[in-house]
T-cell receptor, first 116, second 116 residues
Framework: DTGVSQNPRHKITKRGQNVTFRCDPISEHNRLYWYRQTLGQGPEFLTYFQNEAQLEKSRLLSDRFSAERPKGSFSTLEIQRTEQGDSAMYLC??????????????FGSGTRLTVV | AQKVTQAQTEISVVEKEDVTLDCVYETRDTTYYLFWYKQPPSGELVFLIRRNSFDEQNEISGRYSWNFQKSTSSFNFTITASQVVDSAVYFCALSEAQGGSEKLVFGKGTKLTVNP
């Protein structure tokens, strides 16, 4: 168990560019989540996958955002036409069902996006 | 809608002092989970505790203790004999019970600084 891995750790991009982040969850976890955390705030839910199916999306996830989890393994989060307001830490987490996960989620270290 | 309020934005204490971090939550669910996470400067969210809504027993883990009171919708966290390594941002979070996405709703966090 190597934990949840996120790449890259940091990304600086120019406004209007597209960016893609990757999350590798703990291998036996079928649930995967993306959260966004802006400075001075708590993480906010973006979207949730159970295996390869994207089952819930927050209204925060505008049409410039898309997430995928092909084959129910790793996940990618793409932001198109980035805006300065997209600057944030993007956190990925994975979990089996709470029925078997008393500790809840395992979070990755996040990808910090800076849009200049 | 679910909501978590951490009224204390920042707390500063001197090492060895006791400190309590407040958390008040709102939910219409009768079954839910409450969490505390620690976020050190490195950014990774570290799980501290999960409590389900049917278990109001207080819990102690070393220098950490938690007081869950459904009557006041509060789930407060106390650190006894604080240490410099306790300096971090602490988040309280709420999740619906299993069956849905089990996403977390976070408070805005309390930044704790423990001075030597």
């Amino acid at each position: 168990d190597t934990g949840v891995s996120q790449n890259p750790r940091h990304k600086i991009t120019k406004r209007g560019q597209n960016v893609t982040f990757r999350c590798d969850p703990i291998s036996e976890h079928n649930r995967l989540y993306w959260y966004r955390q802006t400075l001075g705030q708590g993480p906010e839910f973006l979207t949730y996958f159970q295996n390869e199916a994207q089952l819930e999306k927050s209204r925060l996830l505008s049409d410039r955002f898309s997430a995928e989890r092909p084959k129910g393994s790793f996940s990618t989060l793409e932001i198109q036409r980035t805006e300065q307001g997209d600057s944030a830490m993007y956190l990925c987490a994975s979990s089996p069902s709470f029925l078997t996960a008393p500790n809840g989620y395992t979070f990755g270290s996040g990808t910090r996006l800076t849009v200049v | 809608a679910q909501k978590v309020t951490q009224a204390q934005t920042e707390i500063s204490v001197v090492e060895k002092e006791d400190v309590t971090l407040d958390c008040v939550y709102e939910t219409r669910d009768t079954t839910y989970y409450l969490f505390w996470y620690k976020q050190p400067p490195s950014g990774e969210l570290v799980f501290l505790i999960r409590r389900n809504s049917f278990d109001e027993q207080n819990e102690i883990s070393g220098r950490y203790s938690w007081n869950f009171q459904k009557s006041t919708s509060s789930f407060n966290f106390t650190i006894t004999a604080s240490q410099v390594v306790d300096s971090a941002v602490y988040f309280c979070a709420l999740s619906e019970a299993q069956g849905g996405s089990e996403k977390l709703v976070f408070g805005k966090g309390t930044k704790l600084t423990v001075n030597p």
